[in-house]
């Protein structure tokens, strides 16, 4: 592993993931592929620019575009692919799926064949825990279980990642997943749940929470997530998938009380609205086989949610540009019309 390619670098987890790694290998290399959509922003790789000239290049590009995509690999002599790049956000993909499909899994795809005529590089595929479908009862998710997505980019990553298994198998390519849950931290997109709360409260405007708020999810801090990539990368087993999570589990209410705690907010900011649609009740991860590698994660929820919260309350010069352009249209389209529950 000597120069990676980092497609959607510009993006939330995978600007996070290209700082964490440059810090730590002062050997490697990295490309950002990226097409920088809404969500991809080169304000997320500024410092690393600057700080890393002679090991970091961006090149911009569709994960769907095979020519650029093979271009960009023989040009920066790429040995390792870690697939970052994905319309990520639930709501649009009900809004309108067809992006999803074309990045998720059709430019999956297009990165795999790639992979494969560069002479079988490695290929680290990033995955979601959404791919499980929701859960029942006590259940954790192993990597064992079927897969039974239940939204379109849910169903979109659970189609990119059958396709990696598909290279190892018929092929030989020598992939990894991970299926990562929840992400928070610095330089996520305000349309996210966390951002998108700590965004609105720090602006003393409503909290929309969708339903009765009791949904449970997994919020891990993303450089746990980014170290739990570095080890599969280096120690993972060649076809193998791994849940990254902490492996506990908290409702969305819970995390609002403690971001608002943390932020000095009340919480009468607090408004239950319409519920998505399809929304899946509860994720939660068995992450016994990452453990098992040596891995466990610094942050517990409550340090996530705060450290994040922090992070918003101290670098509105990254958030309040991204709230007043794009977003804004994005905000009336989702929230607009978007009923308040009086009983949740
Ligand atoms: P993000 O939306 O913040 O960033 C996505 C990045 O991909 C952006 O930079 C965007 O420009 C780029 N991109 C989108 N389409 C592209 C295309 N066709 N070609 C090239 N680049 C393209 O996403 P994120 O939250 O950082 O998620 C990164 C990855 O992690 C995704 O694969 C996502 O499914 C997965 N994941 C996210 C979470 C989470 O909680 N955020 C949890 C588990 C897994
Ligand atoms: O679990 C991993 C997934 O986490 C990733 O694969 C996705 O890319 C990422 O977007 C995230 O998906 P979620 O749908 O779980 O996250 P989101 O931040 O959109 O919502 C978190 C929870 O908060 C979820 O139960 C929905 C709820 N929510 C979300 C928003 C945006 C609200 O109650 N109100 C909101 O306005």
Known sequence: ???????????????????????????????????????????????????????????QGDIADAARVSEVLAAHNIDTIVNFAAETHVDRSILDPDAFIQTDVYGTYVLLEAARQAGKL?????????????IEGG???????????????????????????????????????????????????????????????????????YGDGQQRRDYQFVLDHCQAVD?????????????????????????????????????????????????????????????ALGWEPDYTHEEAIRATARWYMENPWWWEPIRNGEFKEYYQQVYGNRKVLERP
């Not at 964490?20 to 050997?27: I, N, R, T, V």
């Not at 998938?241 to 900011?269: A, C, F, H, R």
């Open 1 to 59: 592993m000597q120069h990676l390619l980092v497609t959607g670098g510009a993006g939330f987890i995978g600007s996070n993931f290209v700082r964490w790694m440059l810090a730590k290998y002062p050997d490697l290399h990295i490309t950002v592929y990226d097409k920088l959509t809404y969500a991809g922003l080169l304000q997320n790789l500024q410092d690393v620019a600057e700080n890393y000239a002679d090991r970091y290049a961006f090149a």
């Open 231 to 291: 080890l599969i990368l280096r120690q993972g087993v060649i076809g193998d998938t791994y849940n990254v999570g902490t492996g506990t589990e908290m409702t969305n209410l819970q995390m609002v009380e403690i971001l608002l705690d943390e932020l000095g907010k009340p919480s009468s900011l607090i408004r239950h609205v319409e519920d998505r649609l399809g929304h899946d009740r509860r994720y939660c991860l068995d992450v016994q086989k990452l453990m």
């Open 139 to 209: 259940h954790r998710s192993k990597e064992t279980d079927n897969l039974a997505p239940r939204s379109p980019y849910a169903a979109s990553k659970a189609g990119g990642d059958h396709l990696v298994n598909s290279y190892f198998i018929t092929y030989g390519l020598p992939i990894t997943i991970s299926r990562g849950a929840n992400n928070i931290g610095p330089y996520q997109y305000p349309e996210k749940a966390l951002p998108l709360f700590a965004t609105n409260a720090l602006n003393d405007q409503p909290l929309p929470i």
């Open 122 to 134: 490695r290929y680290h595929q990033i995955s979601t825990d959404e791919v499980y479908g929701h």
